[in-house]
T-cell receptor, first 113, second 116 residues
Framework: AQSVTQLDSHVSVSEGTPVLLRCNYSSSYSPSLFWYVQHPNKGLQLLLK??????LVKGINGFEAEFKKSETSFHLTKPSAHMSDAAEYFCVVSEAAGNKLTFGGGTRVLVKP | DSGVTQTPKHLITATGQRVTLRCSPR?????VYWYQQSLDQGLQFLIQYYNGEERAKGNILERFSAQQFPDLHSELNLSSLELGDSALYFC???????????????FGPGTRLTVL
C-alpha cells in the first residue's frame, strides 16, 4: 500500500523568502508523484508531477520539486514566496494500478508581508 | 479553469435524504474520479470510472454510488445521508486512467455538501 506524509501541517514564511514543503512517500512500485495546490474555496490545481524522468521537476509559478529515491522524499521548493502563494499544498502519490491518488495531509502556507 | 465542471456548487440537505452530484469531465477525457474532502479524513479517493465502466474503488460507503453515462458525464449519488457526510466532493478527470499511474488528473471546483 502507498502512503504520503507531509511533515509540516503549517508553514509560515515572509514574502520574498524561500519556501520548503516537505513530503515523504511510501510505495511498492516506482511511483508517480504530484504536488497540487488548493486556494481558499477553490479546487485543486496541479503544480508539477514526477513520472520517472528527470529527478528535478519544474512546475508552475516558480515551484520545483526534487525526487530522491534513497530518501523517499519529494520536497517542494520556491526561491521567493509571493503573497499569492498562501494556500494549502498537497503531496500526492499515484498507484500504478488504476491511477488512484493517495493524498498527504496537506501543508497550509501563510505568507507574511 | 481546469475544464472540469461540477454542479451544484453548494447543497444543503437533511439527514436521511438523498442527493445527486454531477460532474462533466474535460473534453476528450475518458476517466472520471470522485474524491471526498473532510476535516477529519482529509482527501480520500472514492471511485473511478473509465468510459462508462467502474475501474477502481476506494473508501466509498455502500450508501454511495456512482455512474458514468455515454456522454462521459458522471453522477455521484449519496443516500441515507448522515451528519458525517458533510464534506467537499471533488470530481477529477484524466485522459485515460492508465495502469501506469502517470495520468494527470484535473480537478473540478467541488460541491460543498452540508447535511443538517
Amino acid at each position: 500500500a502507498q502512503s504520503v506524509t507531509q511533515l509540516d501541517s503549517h508553514v509560515s514564511v515572509s514574502e520574498g523568502t524561500p519556501v520548503l514543503l516537505r513530503c515523504n512517500y511510501s510505495s511498492s512500485y516506482s511511483p508517480s508523484l504530484f504536488w497540487y495546490v488548493q486556494h481558499p474555496n477553490k479546487g485543486l490545481q496541479l503544480l508539477l508531477k514526477y513520472t520517472s524522468a528527470a529527478t528535478l521537476v519544474k512546475g508552475i509559478n516558480g515551484f520545483e520539486a526534487e525526487f530522491k529515491k534513497s530518501e523517499t522524499s519529494f520536497h517542494l521548493t520556491k526561491p521567493s514566496a509571493h503573497m499569492s502563494d498562501a494556500a494549502e499544498y498537497f503531496c500526492v502519490v499515484s498507484e500504478a494500478a488504476g491511477n488512484k491518488l493517495t493524498f498527504g495531509g496537506g501543508t497550509r502556507v501563510l505568507v507574511k508581508p | 479553469d481546469s475544464g472540469v465542471t461540477q454542479t451544484p456548487k453548494h447543497l444543503i440537505t437533511a439527514t436521511g435524504q438523498r442527493v445527486t452530484l454531477r460532474c462533466s469531465p474535460r473534453s476528450g477525457d475518458l476517466s472520471v474520479y470522485w474524491y471526498q474532502q473532510s476535516l477529519d479524513q482529509g482527501l480520500q479517493f472514492l471511485i473511478q470510472y473509465y468510459n462508462g465502466e467502474e475501474r477502481a474503488k476506494g473508501n466509498i460507503l455502500e450508501r454511495f454510488s456512482a455512474q458514468q453515462f455515454p456522454d462521459l458525464h458522471s453522477e455521484l449519488n449519496l443516500s441515507s445521508l448522515e451528519l458525517g457526510d458533510s464534506a467537499l466532493y471533488f470530481c477529477a478527470s484524466s485522459v485515460v486512467g492508465t495502469s501506469s499511474g502517470t495520468d494527470t488528473q484535473y480537478f473540478g471546483p467541488g460541491t460543498r455538501l452540508t447535511v443538517l
